[in-house]
């Protein structure tokens, strides 16, 4: 299996949306409502260049399989849209995607990685796990169409 990575795009909305509603198909109750609630979705690039982060994009034959970005916090970084279609979970994805956004982050120096996760996604949970996050602690409700509840992980840096 032959998978590309290369840096988000404001085109990739259509690639990026479909992964997207393809991975939330898999949990109960999960909805992606781009206009109201993701509408970065539709330009990432720009997006994530305004807040002074980046965002990546894992290819299979042209259509896009895996997605990760990230924003400055203090301190760190934020690990925003990690999503890997579930036909090819298990496989590297996560791990090379995350790769990206610690190499990065190393980069600027950071002292810590955080991110949100829903309660819903077990297997994104044991990545972080198993890649040193630390989390589960503190949860968070967004008051979205999803009735989203999330775990807050961290990792500090070397």
């Known amino acids: 299996m032959t998978i590309d990575y290369r840096r988000g795009r404001d085109d990739d909305a259509e690639g990026l949306i479909t992964l997207i509603e393809k991975c939330y198909a898999g949990y109960e109750g999960c909805v992606l409502d781009v206009d109201?609630?993701?509408?970065?979705?539709?330009?990432?690039?720009?997006?994530?260049?305004?807040?002074?982060?980046?965002?990546?994009?894992?290819?299979?034959?042209?259509?896009?399989?895996?997605?990760?970005?990230y924003k400055p916090v203090e301190g760190g970084v934020e690990i925003k849209h990690l999503y890997v279609d579930g036909d090819i979970r298990r496989q590297g994805l996560g791990t090379t995607l995350c790769d990206l956004v610690e190499e990065a982050a190393v980069k600027r120096k950071c002292e810590k990685i955080v991110l949100w996760t829903d309660t819903r996604f077990h297997e994104a949970h044991s990545l972080y796990e198993r890649r040193g996050f630390v989390g589960k602690t503190e949860t968070r409700e967004l008051h979205d169409l999803s009735k989203s509840v999330e775990y807050y992980y961290e990792k500090t840096l070397p």
């Open 36 to 69: 109201n609630e993701e509408p970065q979705l539709r330009h990432i690039k720009t997006y994530f260049e305004g807040l002074g982060g980046e965002f990546w994009v894992a290819e299979k034959e042209g259509n896009v399989v895996g997605c990760i970005g």
